[in-house]
Antibody, heavy 124, light 109 residues
Framework: EVRLVESGGGSAQPGGSLRLACTASGFPFSSYEMNWVRQAPGKGLEWVAYISSSGTVTYYSDFVKGRFTVSRDNAKNSISLEMTSLRVEDTAIYYC??????????????????WGQGTLVTAS | SYVLTQPPSVSVSPGQTATITCGRLNIGSKSVQWYQQKPGQAPVVVVYDDSDRPSGIPERFSGSNSGNTATLTITRVEAGDEADYYCQLWDSSDDHHYVFGTGTKVTVL
């Protein structure tokens, strides 16, 4: 069974830091890209960060660039999200999710499957 | 960046068909995914690459994408289909960004 389990959520003051972790099992972790996606209370989904299968390439949403850092340890089947300079608007459930890709002609389909259960981060 | 526009809510009677749209200029040139999220749960992909279904997703869920609108259609709607639905695409021209739709609440009457 493919499984993703997040940990590390909690409360921090604005300007503070938190580190989230996600541990994967049930699939060849080092072969897959990974992402973090968040959801503020009562709001929609928002992509946060991407990391390539090797960990050498990362991308961030404009909202977190320069404040958040994603990393991975393929030996431990895990990724992390280091969050600094937290803002009230960073309050959300943070989901770890595996990246999937298919190519059809010139169109790239990239999506998220599966998702972890999420971990709540509160900055207040 | 930008968002993908979805209707906030769709109401449908059991056994009828629900249609959810996702709008963006020339969205047909991108591959679109759809996620179902039930209260208190993580999202689950129900359609990927415009119209493909992951294993375990009923054939009642189908997708299409052309022009400025992508569409998720749920036929023979059941009470268990009541959930929030989000469209999503990947934009390679925007520094490898993923974009979600605004979300649609499907209510089964």
């Amino acid at each position: 069974e493919v499984r993703l389990v997040e940990s590390g959520g909690g409360s921090a003051q604005p300007g503070g830091s938190l580190r989230l972790a996600c541990t994967a099992s049930g699939f060849p972790f080092s072969s897959y890209e990974m992402n973090w996606v968040r959801q503020a209370p009562g709001k929609g989904l928002e992509w946060v960060a991407y990391i390539s299968s090797s960990g050498t390439v990362t991308y961030y949403s404009d909202f977190v660039k320069g404040r958040f850092t994603v990393s991975r340890d393929n030996a431990k089947n895990s990724i992390s999200l280091e969050m600094t300079s937290l803002r009230v608007e960073d309050t959300a459930i943070y989901y770890c999710t595996r990246g999937r890709t298919t190519v059809r002609g010139t169109k790239f389909a990239r999506w998220f499957d599966p998702w972890g259960q999420g971990t709540l981060v509160t900055a207040s | 960046s930008y968002v993908l526009t979805q209707p906030p809510s769709v109401s449908v009677s059991p056994g009828q068909t629900a249609t959810i749209t996702c709008g963006r200029l020339n969205i047909g040139s991108k591959s679109v995914q759809w996620y179902q999220q039930k209260p208190g749960q993580a999202p689950v992909v129900v359609v990927y690459d415009d119209s493909d279904r992951p294993s375990g997703i009923p054939e009642r869920f189908s997708g299409s994408n052309s022009g400025n609108t992508a569409t998720l259609t749920i036929t023979r709607v059941e009470a268990g289909d009541e959930a929030d639905y989000y469209c999503q695409l990947w934009d390679s021209s925007d520094d490898h960004h993923y974009v979600f739709g605004t979300g649609t609440k499907v209510t089964v009457l």
